[in-house]
């Protein structure tokens, strides 16, 4: 079986060995570059993931994202991106330009890893996801992000402000979980006063509302929630 082959590209030449190492180690194919310009002088129609350092010299990693998925060919492959563990500007910007993971700095080597083998496992079941950037369909599960519209087997279900943007977030990373602390910072970074009880709450709601797809949010005791096919 031909090895799956991922681009490792971050301007920290040790932490491109590092994940060079550990990556073929558990049986990937790994190539590495030390900037974006020179990883887009390289064929990257070859790869299955692109891991990518968000700061870094003239072009950074979100412009690389947006150049990659510009490309009908490569727009389908998933991108991870590096960034800083408390950086919730990054995570939220990475994941408006389609990102399907990232992975906190300073990070270890198993969560690397188990992200990786995750988003690949995900990539690898999308046929019975659709997408288009305008809506995310599963089945008969149709999320507008224009109208900002859900729609179950063609009727327009009403939700909350909040329930739309929890089940946008889980709708467009299935599989992907999102522990409640994440939750709270994306859907509600303004409030102050809010408990992870919050979440619990709104997603009880929201499970209600998209039934017979309630079955597919799924809590990771421990962890918090995903939408899995």
């Not at 994940?19 to 002088?41: P, R």
């Not at 990232?102 to 996801?129: D, M, Q």
């Not at 179950?152 to 279900?157: H, L, M």
Request: charged share 30%; glycine share 4%.
């Amino acid at each position: 079986m031909e090895k799956k082959r991922i681009l490792v590209v971050d301007d920290e030449e040790s932490l491109c060995e590092i994940l060079k190492f550990n990556l073929e180690k558990v049986g990937y194919e790994v190539d590495t570059a030390l900037s974006a310009e020179d990883a887009l002088s390289m064929d990257l129609s070859v790869y299955c993931l692109f891991i990518l350092d968000i700061m870094m010299g003239d072009v950074s990693g979100f412009q690389m994202a947006g150049i990659i998925k510009k490309n009908k060919s490569l727009a389908s492959v998933p991108i991870i991106f590096c960034t800083s563990r408390s950086s919730e500007d990054d995570i939220v910007c990475g994941l408006n330009l389609g990102a399907d993971d990232y992975i906190a700095k300073p990070f270890s080597i198993k969560e690397a890893l188990a992200r990786v083998e995750a988003v690949l496992r995900r990539s690898n079941s999308a046929g019975i996801y659709e997408q288009d950037g305008e809506s995310f369909h599963y089945q008969r599960l149709k999320l507008d992000m224009v109208s900002k519209k859900v729609f179950v087997e063609d009727a327009d279900i009403s939700l909350t402000k909040k329930e739309f943007e929890i089940l946008s977030l889980l709708l467009q990373k299935p599989g992907r979980v999102f522990s409640r602390e994440e939750l709270l910072k994306l859907v509600w970074p303004d409030d102050v006063f809010v408990t992870d009880r919050t979440v619990d709450v709104h997603i009880t709601r929201l499970r209600k509302k998209i039934a017979p797809y309630d079955r597919n949010i799924v809590a990771r005791l421990g962890y918090g929630y995903c939408f899995e096919m």
